[in-house]
């Protein structure tokens, strides 16, 4: 009895591993108790690596939501004919069409078995197809489509040894996966370093999007970033989000501390388990995408402002790189003025070789509230203006050209007499203080950790204070 037993069981393992499809049963625990050879190519693991273990052990991009085994445990009810997405052991991502059916013996649910079809490639081939076609039917008048990120390292110019360390920590960042934190004024540069960053890394063949965040309530925000399900709310279609189109590449937030807070924790979520639902949705993708954030206030501010929430801060920072504006890097303006000025002689059909010295005086003095962008639209406009090849003082904007004797001359950036007053009061914190930042931070009312970031804005020591 025990020998015919044995060997039916033999016979019943060797015809369920000979089906062309993925078989994977498990019992009320979750433990896998037969997985046969098309599951274990489909899953890139070796059938003793998940013969006797549980589920969510093997495969921890599922949940117990998003597995269709726990789910027919739980239930008792069969699921027939599921899209499940998930990652494999080898990073790759499966897309399966799953029917599961739970075990009984007798009353009991004694576990689940569930056959897949694995569509992976299929849906490569079809996806093949649809690109191929829109390629076919595109016109030659139609602009040409790009990854979306067009700047690369050489096109972050500089002699400053400040952005030369941006620039290194930017290469760095780019060999890895990491999520990456940006933090600088308005106009120094982010969306350059931040495409820099995605052009030189292994995802530079994926797609790259970039969405700004800024004044975007929080529904229409979850719309464009998780997709919307047809019918979820009236006119919705079924559509991706930005992290579904994101998939094997890089997306960009900017402004991320104007999204909302509650809205914070949903990315929080997605971050940290890289699973998605479109709005209205039932179903979960798993996407693989980069994320790098940037921001134009210092994360520190902003968390004491309470616009970022520190728990999505600290899961985001693991790359923090910070852009310096280009009143401290002046050094970079001559060589800055000529890339713009060769850009747009080509742009314009101009053939501007000379610039005047007082032009570059001039624009060494100028304070740049609005940093690279400001100097290449002053650049932009002064090629236009100039008559022959000398770029004179003339050609500059009006605001340039104001006389000495204007009264305005006196009058400072509104920004910088704020600096200014700022650094003075927590420089005589710290002498009242005796160099206590503890004590300091308590004096002038404000949280220890955006003192020291301050501190080390304006080069400030407490032990030389």
């Known amino acids: 009895m025990f020998l015919e037993s044995f060997e039916t069981k033999q016979m019943l393992e060797a ?47 599922l949940t117990s939501q998003t597995s269709t085994l726990l789910k027919v445990i739980e239930t008792g009810k069969p699921i027939y004919q599921q899209s499940q997405t998930y990652k494999n052991s080898k990073g790759q991502l499966i897309d399966t069409v799953n029917t599961t059916i739970p075990i009984h013996v007798g009353e009991r649910n004694v576990g689940a078995v569930e056959i897949a079809k694995d569509l992976s490639k299929v849906k490569q081939l079809a996806e093949k197809l649809i690109e191929l076609q829109q390629k076919v039917n595109n016109k030659k008048a139609k602009p040409s489509s790009t990854s979306g990120a067009t700047y690369k390292w050489d096109d972050l110019i500089t002699n400053c040894d400040s952005m030369k360390n941006v620039k290194m920590l930017g290469k760095r960042a780019a060999e890895s996966s990491s999520p990456v934190m940006i933090y600088g004024e308005t106009g120094t540069g982010k969306e350059l370093l931040v495409q820099s960053i995605h052009n030189e890394s292994s995802r530079k063949n994926g797609p790259f999007i970039a969405q700004n965040c800024s004044s975007l309530p929080e529904s229409l925000l979850e719309s464009i970033l998780f997709g919307t399900k047809k019918g979820s709310f009236t006119g919705a279609v079924d559509r991706a989000g930005l992290f579904e189109l994101a998939h094997g590449g890089t997306l960009f937030l900017d402004e991320i501390h104007t999204m909302p807070l509650d809205f914070q924790t949903k990315l929080l979520r997605v971050l940290e388990d890289g699973i998605i639902r479109r709005v209205g949705g039932i179903e979960s993708y798993v996407v693989d995408v980069r994320i790098i954030v940037a921001m134009n206030e210092h994360p520190f501010v902003c968390i004491e402002k309470k616009l970022l929430r520190s728990d999505l801060y600290f899961r985001l ?10 009143r401290e890097r002046k050094g970079d303006i001559p060589i800055l003025v000529d890339h713009f000025i060769k850009k747009y002689n080509y742009l314009l059909n101009k053939l501007v070789i000379n610039v005047d010295q007082k032009v570059l005086a001039k624009l060494e003095k100028h304070h740049w509230q609005g940093n690279v962008r400001e100097l290449e639209h002053t650049i932009e406009y002064a090629v236009n ?36 007053t700022e650094k003075r009061l927590i420089q005589q914190a710290l002498r009242v203080t005796k160099g206590n930042v503890l004590k300091a931070s ?11 970031y301050k501190m080390k804005k304006y080069s400030i020591q407490a032990e030389q204070t």
């Open 385 to 420: 203006m100039t008559d022959g090849d000398m770029m004179t003082l003339n050609d500059l904007p009006a605001f340039f050209k104001e006389s000495a004797t204007d009264e305005r001359i006196n009058l400072k950036p509104l920004r910088v007499t704020v600096e200014q």
């Open 15 to 61: 015809i369920l591993g000979s089906i062309d499809e993925a078989i994977h049963a498990v019992n009320s625990e979750g433990i896998t108790i037969f997985y046969n050879k098309v599951a274990a190519i489909h899953d890139g693991v070796e059938i003793d690596e998940v013969l006797g273990k549980h589920v969510l052990d093997v495969f921890p991009s």
């Open 442 to 452: 308590s004096i002038l009312e404000l949280p220890r950790q955006t003192l020291q």
């Open 317 to 326: 920072n693991v790359f923090f790189i910070e852009l310096p504006p280009l």
